[in-house]
């Protein structure tokens, strides 16, 4: 199974912070790697599919980029509904596989 | 517009199974895969497997294997997963998702696994 390791775990930041998550896969996955974002008692939320499109309906605030092994989620400018967790996801191989969330929380 | 509309929460006991559905809206049901993702609470997503409600073909996170089944009745729009020989280590959020590239999800289901 490819493994897939986000980092950081969690991280603080504020209002109007540039964020960044990195997700690395085991082995090289092409562009077959989407984020999503959940927050507290809900649903996920798909954010970005081949590693860099937005999904429909998705502020262009959230970017994406990477290809083989390693990929990043940038937030340009963190507002306050943007405070959750993020997952990313590969579909390159069966089985799809997340990595384990990153928090991003209030500093 | 999409909608993936899940049953109700489950209490069950060990060794007993259960049957989540999500009834799909608002697209061609037999044109997009279902997958199945769990939660544990607190814990991070665990995909289980997926099924194409065209062919009814299906495929399994080693994990499940002979565990889990998903079905799909396309008269109805609705795809089915049932898990069976629970334990309490099954309690958890139970989503289901569309797509092989997933863009839209269920709002959830809980399973409690309790004696």
């Known amino acids: 199974d490819i493994q897939m390791t986000q980092s950081p775990s969690s991280l603080s930041a504020s209002v109007g912070d540039r964020v960044t998550i990195t997700c690395r896969a085991s082995?090289?996955?092409?562009?077959?790697l989407a984020w999503f974002q959940q927050k507290p008692g809900k649903a996920p939320k798909s954010l970005i599919y081949a590693a860099s499109s937005l999904q429909s309906g998705v502020p262009s605030k959230f970017s994406g980029s990477g290809s083989g092994t390693d990929f990043t989620l940038t937030i340009s400018s963190l507002q306050p509904e943007d405070f959750a967790t993020y997952y990313c996801q590969q579909y390159n191989s069966y089985p799809w596989t997340f990595g384990q969330g990153t928090k991003v929380e209030i500093k | 517009q999409v909608q993936l509309v899940q049953s109700g929460a489950e209490v069950k006991k060990p060794g007993a199974s259960v049957k989540v559905s999500c009834k799909a809206s608002g697209y061609t049901f037999t044109s997009y895969d279902i997958n199945w993702v769990r939660q544990a609470t607190g814990q991070g997503l665990e995909w289980m497997g997926w099924?194409?409600?065209?062919?009814?073909?299906?495929g399994y996170a080693q994990k499940f294997q002979g565990r889990v089944t998903m079905t799909r009745n396309t008269s109805i729009s609705t795809a089915y997963m049932e898990l069976s020989s629970l334990r309490s280590e099954d309690t958890a959020v139970y989503y289901c998702?569309?797509?092989?590239?997933?863009?839209?999800w269920g709002q959830g289901t809980l399973v409690t696994v309790s004696s």
């Open positions: 099924m194409n409600p065209n062919s009814g073909n299906t």
């Open positions: 998702a569309r797509g092989r590239v997933i863009n839209h």
């Open positions: 082995q090289g996955i092409s562009n077959y």
